[in-house]
Antibody
């Protein structure tokens, strides 16, 4: 059974860097049939895709965030991570990690973690 | 890249059928069959209900079905049940810089 679990600080100060990790079980981040995505949802609002990484290390980001986003893999720990720099209050959201079987097919999700940007 | 357009709310009585629309453009729904639908209950992660326009993952009720015509995709829920009350989001691959775009979301209310 595939499971994903987000972890990281729940509070980040403005202009600092947000860092989250997603730990995967039941599948391998080294799989060549899965892409590993981050998706966020501001409180009371809709979903926004942030980006994904493939086992080769290749990644793709939403252009609206690409200048501030990096997604990386740690195959030894079966994890992938998100960093988002220069955060503002607009980055306050629940952040989800998800497995993408390509074509916007997010078939497994983490429970989500709320990150608040505030001083 | 603008979000795909969905009605803010749709309601129906138990047993009825409802349809949620998802309007896109020639950059997304009009050219790609990578359309998925997600159900989200309050405080929970989204759940995949439909992928590749009309395919259902294992375990998803056959009461849920998807289709697409031109730039618009649709999710139909037949035999509406109280547990279907949730938010629903469509998503698509897009050739724009966003890569994947989500819909604005639809709140389904079971009367």
């Amino acid at each position: 059974q595939v499971q994903l679990q987000e972890s990281g600080p729940g509070l980040v100060e403005p202009s600092e860097t947000l860092s989250l990790t997603c730990t995967v079980s039941g599948d391998s981040v080294s799989s060549d049939t899965s892409y590993w995505s981050w998706i966020r949802q501001p409180p009371g609002r809709g979903l926004e895709w942030i980006g994904y990484i493939f086992h080769t290390g290749s990644s793709n980001y939403n252009a609206s965030l690409s200048s501030r986003v990096t997604i990386s893999l740690d195959t030894s720990k079966n994890q992938f991570s998100l960093t988002l720099s220069a955060v503002t209050a607009a980055d306050t959201a629940v952040y989800f990690c998800a497995r993408d079987r390509m074509g916007a097919t997010f078939d497994h999700w983490g429970q989500g973690t709320l990150v608040t940007v505030s001083s | 890249q603008s979000a795909l357009a969905q009605p803010a709310s749709v309601s129906g009585s138990p047993g009825q059928s409802i349809t949620i629309s998802c309007a896109g453009s020639s950059s997304d729904l009009g050219v790609y069959d990578y359309v998925s639908w997600y159900q989200q209950h309050p405080g929970k992660a989204p759940k995949l209900m439909i992928y590749r326009v009309g395919d259902r993952p294992s375990g998803v009720s056959t009461r849920f079905s998807g289709s697409k015509s031109g730039n618009t995709a649709s999710l139909t829920i037949s035999g509406l049940q109280p547990e279907d009350e949730a938010d629903y989001y469509c998503t698509s691959y897009t050739s724009s810089s966003a890569f994947y775009v989500f819909g604005t979301g639809t709140k389904v209310t079971v009367l």
